[in-house]
């Protein structure tokens, strides 16, 4: 089990990327989802250089603790220190996981001394519209180098001005949801036993199996990991965009029968599955997502 003294705490944000912010925000609100308000990005490529506008924008669904990140590319011309264009030049989807730390500057030392390439600790700011006007929200935060993560783009984060992020008034959902309880990544089965070991020394905790997945517990919420050769006993018919990729997302919700009302009557089938019901990632801008009950 994971220890809630570690540097990463659990689930900071999960993103979802493409260059129809508008289209993505539709499909998310039609889900019962309340989006904080569109930010534009400041960001710096390199350590100590200060941020500059970015070509990306987000809105996002704030459970209190992480969060569901919806980015998109809203000016071409824009400086793109971060490389968003590459990635969704690559694929449009769900490609961003990013886990919680208290301290960006432990982390990354850590992560380096165990062999891992990082950017360093990187800074982001982006203004919010808050019940008292306009605030900055500022994180740091550092990537591992992508070269080396082909199934996502992975970063720790950690918040600085986290009071404008989670602002209890975007935290309530017509749909219910409380929480992002787990992200679920599938593996090439080649590649598999190397990806658990990465994320296992990551996240410093062990792994423990469950069915075809294997599980990675956090302080808060859990990694589950499958291999591409299982992937239809969890995700049956679903997509797949890599030989390994981020596929699905486990919200919780307070009453999975009114969250899947919800999403039906916003114009979206939905499939029965254990606990709770999903969606599929043809339908959900290239993310899976399971709703349970809390």
Not at 15 to 20: A, C, E, S
Request: overall charge negative; some cysteine.
């Amino acid at each position: 089990m994971a220890d809630d003294t570690h540097d990463i705490r659990g689930f900071h944000h999960a993103g979802i990327v493409t260059r129809d912010l508008d289209a993505l925000e539709r499909t998310y609100l039609s889900f019962g989802f309340t989006l904080s308000p569109r930010s534009r990005h400041l960001l710096n490529e390199r350590p100590g250089e200060p941020p500059v506008p970015g070509c990306t924008a987000n809105r996002c669904a704030l459970f209190g603790g992480a969060y569901i990140e919806l980015l998109g590319i809203v000016d071409e011309s824009a400086p793109d220190p971060w490389r968003t264009k590459a990635m969704v030049a690559d694929y449009e989807g769900f490609r961003l996981l990013n886990f919680d730390t208290g301290d960006a500057e432990a982390a990354d030392r850590r992560l380096t001394a165990g062999g891992l390439r990082t950017s360093g600790v990187l800074d982001l700011e982006r203004d919010v519209d808050t019940e008292d006007g306009t605030r900055t929200m500022r994180a740091r935060a550092l990537h591992l180098d992508p070269r080396t993560t082909p199934e996502a783009y992975v970063g720790i984060a950690q918040h600085l001005t986290s009071e404008y992020v989670h602002q209890p008034r975007h935290l309530r959902h017509p749909n219910g949801a409380r929480a992002l309880e787990a992200v679920l990544i599938v593996v090439d089965d080649g590649e598999a036993d190397a990806i658990t070991a990465r994320y296992a020394r990551i996240l410093r905790t062990e792994p423990r199996t469950l069915g075809p997945r294997t599980v990675l517990d956090l302080a808060a919420g859990r990694l589950e990991l499958v291999r591409a050769s299982r992937a239809e006993e969890v995700l049956p018919g679903e997509p797949a965009p890599a030989k390994s990729y981020l596929a699905a997302m486990t919200v919780a919700v307070d009453d999975v029968a009114a969250a899947r009302a919800i999403v039906e009557a916003g114009g979206t089938a939905t499939r029965a599955a254990d606990g709770g019901f999903t969606v599929s990632a043809r339908d959900a801008h290239g993310a899976a997502l399971l709703f349970t009950a809390r």
